[in-house]
């Protein structure tokens, strides 16, 4: 099935750097979402995106919903410890027919490692 | 609370046995999803179904069954016909609208 282009695939990083990583897709979205795994649990949703240049924050992550609604970022600003762990992307297609579901297609996830 | 749940957290079984893999939702969601994960990679769909008694294969449904015969539940069967079934499985569930989907917390399978 297709998936979305994440990266880069992993980042090393010292506690208080800033991080960008990026998904990019040949198809539109409705709706960019970014999860965080932590390491043995399930992903959490940490950004919801739904309008082309829409900016969103929560905390000390911003992401953003391309203008061509094809590709979205998301910056962790000053990185601490427990930051640690797999980011997601996934896309959400315009509706099909009756559906009122569009199953999701995810990006295969950046690995973020954070050095105290 | 809501939320969605899975059963158990980490499951051992021998190579040859079926093993079914829990998961139950209280967040009246209609989609309801399985994932496989490999260790350090991404997610991929083994089933989905968005309705009560029916169900699509995903990507990777060789070796695994279903069945979903109410909204609340989801179990996935590994089967033996499955050729490298050790790995974390996911279950994740989906409402109305776009608002992404709900994840449990996972369940670890390890054949021996």
């Known amino acids: 099935g297709q998936q979305l282009n994440q990266s880069p695939q992993s980042m090393f990083i010292q506690e208080g750097e800033d991080v960008s990583m990026n998904c990019t897709s040949s198809?539109?979205?409705?709706?960019w979402l970014w999860y965080k795994q932590d390491p043995g649990e399930g992903p959490v949703l940490l950004i919801a995106l739904y309008k082309a240049g829409e900016l969103t924050s929560n905390g000390r992550l911003t992401a953003q919903f391309g203008i061509t609604r094809k590709d979205s970022f998301l910056n962790i600003s000053a990185s601490i410890p427990s930051d640690v762990g797999i980011y997601f992307c996934?896309?959400?297609?315009?509706?099909?027919?009756?559906?009122?579901?569009?199953?999701?297609?995810f990006g295969q996830g950046t690995i973020l490692t954070v050095h105290p | 609370d809501g939320g969605i749940t899975q059963s158990p957290k980490y499951l051992f079984r021998k190579e040859g046995q079926n093993v079914t893999l829990s998961c139950e939702q209280n967040l009246n969601h209609d989609a309801m999803y399985w994932y496989r994960q490999d260790p350090g990679q991404g997610l991929r769909l083994i089933y989905y179904?968005?309705?009560?008694?029916?169900?699509q294969k995903g990507d990777i449904a060789e070796g695994y069954s279903v069945s979903r015969e109410k909204k609340e539940s989801f179990p996935l069967t590994v089967t033996s016909a499955q050729k490298n079934p050790t790995a974390f499985y996911l279950c994740a569930s989906a409402g109305q609208g776009n608002y992404g989907y709900t994840f449990g917390s996972g369940t670890r399978l390890t054949v021996v």
């Open positions: 179904s968005q309705i009560v008694n029916d169900f």
């Open positions: 198809s539109i979205f409705n709706t």
């Open positions: 996934a896309g959400q297609p315009p509706r099909a027919g009756g559906t009122s579901y569009g199953k999701l297609t």
